[in-house]
């Protein structure tokens, strides 16, 4: 069987008003644009080839945006896995951005807005 991926979006790497004229660009509408933006880290589209999924990527990065490809799993195997692999980490190893308000795993740059949190954690 062919693996399948899915295409999520992690944030912006141009200014806003340049992700928003390139998204509108590809067809998508304001309010899904801002939906997604505020809701970062969103799945785009998934049940992908990786041919596909490296175009649509390609697509949003030009248009701004920070994307990940991976691999996509079906419901049934996602949850075998879940409850063989479900690891709960320490509040101690989290962070939130203070200009965003994301919270997120420590980490040197947020996954949301870009900040560099690496001298501010």
Do not use: W
């Amino acid at each position: 069987m062919e693996k399948r991926y899915k295409v999520v979006f992690l944030g912006l790497v141009k200014t806003e008003d340049y992700f928003k004229e390139g998204m509108s660009r590809l067809g998508m509408s304001p309010t899904e644009i801002e939906r997604i933006i505020i809701e970062a880290p969103v799945i785009l589209k998934e049940d992908m080839t990786i041919s596909i999924a490296r175009r649509y990527a390609d697509d949003i990065m030009q248009a701004g945006g920070k994307v990940n490809i991976e691999e996509h799993v079906s419901l049934e195997d996602d949850a075998e896995k879940k409850i063989g692999s479900l690891k709960i980490e320490p509040l101690e190893s989290f962070t939130m951005c203070p200009q965003c308000g994301h919270k997120q795993l420590k980490a040197e740059q947020c996954v949301k807005c870009g900040l560099m949190l690496s001298d501010k954690i």
